[in-house]
């Protein structure tokens, strides 16, 4: 059984920072693709950052310099270094999996909410 569990989340105040860590069980962590994705009320999931199995790396451009995603193949962990929080990055992270080409995989985690706030 898949399992991404996200942990790390939490109330922070603008300028401040966070670490969420995602941990993987059931798959090939070294093979997928990580990413994570965040949904505000009212507004459509979005990427934040994505890490491929090859540890390219691409993010959205609302968080490019403040936040960093890393992974640690070993532990079976992709992370999130979130700095210089604003209000505008409170949402619900979710921890993504994917797989592409022959034997295409997607899966979530559960989420973790983030908010930013004085």
């Known amino acids: 059984q898949v399992q991404l569990v996200e942990s790390g989340g939490g109330l922070v105040q603008p300028g401040g920072s966070l670490r969420l860590s995602c941990a993987a069980s059931g798959i090939t962590f070294s093979i997928y693709h990580m990413g994570w994705y965040r949904q505000a009320p009212g507004k459509q999931r979005e990427l934040v950052a994505r890490?491929?199995?090859?540890?390219?790396?691409n993010y959205g451009d609302s968080v490019k310099g403040r936040f960093f995603i890393s992974r640690d193949n070993a532990n079976n962990t992709v992370y999130l270094q979130m700095n210089s929080l604003k209000p505008e990055d409170t949402a619900v992270y979710y921890c993504?999996?994917?797989?592409?080409?022959?034997?295409?995989?997607?899966?979530w985690g559960q989420g973790t909410q983030v908010t930013v706030s004085s």
């Open positions: 890490i491929t199995s090859s540890t390219s790396t």
């Open positions: 993504n999996a994917n797989r592409i080409g022959l034997g295409a995989r997607n899966y």
